[in-house]
């Protein structure tokens, strides 16, 4: 008897065990799928207020002015990107390749694929001003360049990778929040492929 009692306590244990791990299971994979939960636009501004404010996107996309505890985003070119008038300082090219050289102002990158540039994510239309939310979603769910298909891959150290997996929500946010900033008019310098790359 005492046998039959532990066994039915320990297969009901078991199955409570299992349905609990087969509902979060089944929660996570509902909560990728499900519709989004409507929020206001002063909602999706504010959370994407946090998202951009959390995530580091200053620590590339914001230029940099010097302080007595080292670089600090230069908020008033919030978000604005490479500075279109700051010329790489000279660097040793037989460098590159085993090692990925940052610029004293942390908005370029130099590295085997090349030369690239932090991008203006200001509405002004030398940044994101013209693109589309659908545009903007693209191009992070898919590493293409300005979100169009026939363009070139959004370069290191963008970390596009990660962001494709946030919600649509998320990323929605990101962009009605970069919608409200101030506009900073900068044309970010292209992209330079390696030197001998077709």
């Known amino acids: 008897m005492k046998l039959t009692t532990t066994s039915l306590l320990l297969a009901a244990g ?37 998202i951009v404010t959390t995530s580091g996107c200053n620590d590339c996309h914001t230029p940099k002015m010097m302080t007595d505890k080292g ?23 037989a460098m590159v390749g085993p ?55 959004i370069m290191p150290p963008m970390p596009w990778q990660e962001i494709a997996h946030m919600t649509d929500n998320d990323l929605k946010s990101v962009f009605a929040f970069l919608k409200t900033i101030p506009p900073v008019d900068n044309v970010v310098p292209a992209y330079e492929p390696p030197a001998g790359a077709m």
Not at 19 to 36: V, Y
Not at 71 to 78: C, E, I, N, V
Not at 80 to 92: E, I, T, V
């Open 99 to 153: 090692w990925i050289l940052f610029s004293p102002n942390l908005t370029a990158y130099v590295g085997p694929w090349g030369t690239s540039y932090s991008a203006n994510l200001t509405p002004s239309q030398s940044g994101i001003g013209s693109w589309t939310e659908a545009q903007f979603m693209q191009a992070l769910r898919t590493g293409k360049h300005m979100g169009m298909d026939n363009q070139r891959p």
């Open 14 to 50: 078991f199955a409570a065990i299992m349905a609990g791990c087969s509902k979060t299971a089944k929660e996570d994979a509902g909560d990728k799928t499900t519709e989004p939960v409507a929020m206001t636009n002063e909602e999706m501004v504010a959370r994407g207020k946090y």
């Open 71 to 93: 670089p600090a985003p230069d908020m008033s070119k919030m978000l604005s990107g490479h500075p279109a008038d700051m010329q790489l300082p000279p660097y040793d090219k």
